[in-house]
């Protein structure tokens, strides 16, 4: 069977210059513009941090892209098509995939079934009546994540009796499902133990380099070591953008996000 990498580097290659482009995004709630006139962009297989306080509009700007409550003006491409008007379903066809910051995991279900359910839900024959046999590229390809993500040996638990860190690890492994273009990750270290911290910036720094994602993280020791670019949001807008280097030493940034210079 064919690696994680082999499987999607041919569609990672498919358009060129961005893999993700924002023109003048907005997006508004009643009277409340929770994101005001963003524009961004991220390359093809680009890691890049979406930093902020809370309230700065990060999540709400991860729901214009993918399509959970689209943007009201501006433009969204990926990858050259316009998807502004696209359903959330399409953007995902296309490669677009994301985690939450609450887990949406089926808890009674296994490690194994939950990652096949989400490679199932990618395939093309995802439809069809028949039962799936062991054998079948799909089965193997949930065996292939399972065991990405580190979680092999927890395969026939219930998804219920995991550790939090590892219910992480398992959303990693079910975002990677059929073929990933770009990941959107919403704080996927919330709530972590130090050494769980550990195992998640291993399994983020040992994605194929093509798969590009944008990061929503608050624990900086984890941001600025997986990301090759950083943004940070204030007021729905963007206030600065940099190499991680960049963005720990503005004097800006330490007074209002980091208290200070960040050790």
Do not use: C
């Not at 991220?42 to 709400?60: D, I, P, S, W, Y």
């Not at 193997?140 to 040996?153: G, I, M, N, Q, S």
């Not at 807008?237 to 190499?243: E, R, T």
């Amino acid at each position: 069977m064919d690696s994680i990498a082999e499987r999607t580097s041919g569609r990672a290659r498919i358009g060129a210059g961005n893999a993700l482009e924002l023109e003048n995004v907005s997006r508004t709630f009643g009277a409340l513009r929770a994101i005001d006139g963003i524009s961004l962009a991220v390359g093809v297989g680009e890691r890049h941090a979406l930093l902020g306080a809370n309230g700065a509009g990060k999540t709400t700007l991860f729901n214009a892209v993918t399509g959970d409550f689209p943007a009201t003006e501006g433009r969204v491409r990926f990858f050259g098509e316009d998807i502004t008007d696209w359903p959330p379903h399409e953007r995902i066809r296309m490669g677009l995939r994301r985690t939450y910051q609450a887990s949406l995991l089926f808890r009674n279900l296994s490690v194994r079934d939950n990652v096949f359910l989400a490679v199932r839900g990618v395939s093309r024959r995802r439809f069809s009546p028949f039962r799936v046999r062991g054998s079948h590229s799909t089965r193997r390809a949930a065996e292939e994540l399972v065991d990405y993500v580190r979680l092999t040996p927890l395969a026939d638990l219930p998804v219920a009796e995991l550790a939090h860190g590892q219910q992480r690890q398992l959303e990693i492994g079910m975002a990677l499902a059929g073929a990933p273009r770009l990941i959107l990750f919403d704080e996927p270290a919330a709530g972590l133990s130090p050494a769980e911290r550990r195992e998640l910036v291993g399994i983020l720094t040992a994605l194929p380099r093509h798969i590009g994602y944008i990061i929503i993280e608050h624990d900086l020791d984890i941001a600025l070591r997986v990301v090759d670019h950083v943004t940070v949001m204030h007021n729905g807008k963007v206030f600065k953008q940099g190499s991680p280097a960049e963005i720990e030493a503005d004097p800006e940034v330490q007074d209002i996000y980091l208290g200070g210079k960040h050790e």
